[in-house]
């Protein structure tokens, strides 16, 4: 029987209640930066559709403190085909008075940990570049650099590049099983 990790931290699974401070948290990066390619800020309604599709399959974690939501992290497919079943990406987002405290770390460590024992295999995230607090972020936690897409979207007037980094979460098995889906991990 597998069993969850401890939440630690203010760290908790979001619901789709959690879809208002969600959306306040990414607005601004949508509205106003190259880090998301999302043209339209999500409201309300989609971020809690989107929390409950997520939670189907990859965890999505919220750290919470008396103030309220500080950061979000998740876990999506890496591309649809069922060859990469084993393979996913991973985000974070802190709000912008509490980047640079080690949040999106501690997202990242626990959301990893969960991935793991899913049975996923390689974790990967896309940076919009440059974005040297993102890449730090994401090499602190282990991710190496595999490569670039150069000028694969545009975006406030620019076309920009994303770098894609990518973490070892389990050695690939020989005969891989489905990693287990969020709902029925959490569930067990």
């Known amino acids: 029987m597998l069993s969850l990790p401890d939440f630690a931290d203010g760290i908790r699974l979001a619901t789709p209640e959690d879809g208002t401070a969600i959306s306040e948290i990414y607005a601004p990066i949508v509205a106003e930066t190259v880090i998301s390619f999302e043209t339209d800020v999500p409201n309300a309604d989609e971020m ?6 997520t939670l189907l399959i990859h965890p999505w974690l919220v750290m919470e403190s008396s103030d ?4 979000y992290a ?10 990469y079943h084993w393979s996913c990406e991973v985000s974070a987002y802190v709000a912008d008075h509490v980047r640079r405290k080690g949040l999106g770390k501690r997202l990242y460590a626990m959301l ?3 991935l793991r024992a899913q ?8 940076i919009v570049l440059p974005n ?11 991710f190496e650099a ?16 994303v770098g894609w980094w990518a973490l070892a979460l389990n050695d690939p098995p020989e005969s891989p099983v489905v990693p287990i889906g969020w709902a029925e991990f959490n569930s067990g």
């Open 112 to 114: 990893l940990s969960l």
């Open 48 to 53: 809690a559709q989107r929390i409950e599709t």
């Open 68 to 71: 309220g939501i500080l950061g």
């Open 146 to 161: 595999i490569g670039i897409y150069r000028h694969v979207g545009f975006k406030l007037g620019r076309w920009c590049d």
């Open 74 to 83: 998740y876990g999506c497919p890496h591309r649809g085909r069922a060859a």
């Open 132 to 142: 040297t607090a993102s890449v730090a972020l994401h090499e602190s936690c282990g």
């Open 119 to 126: 049975g996923f295999v390689r974790a990967h995230a896309g």
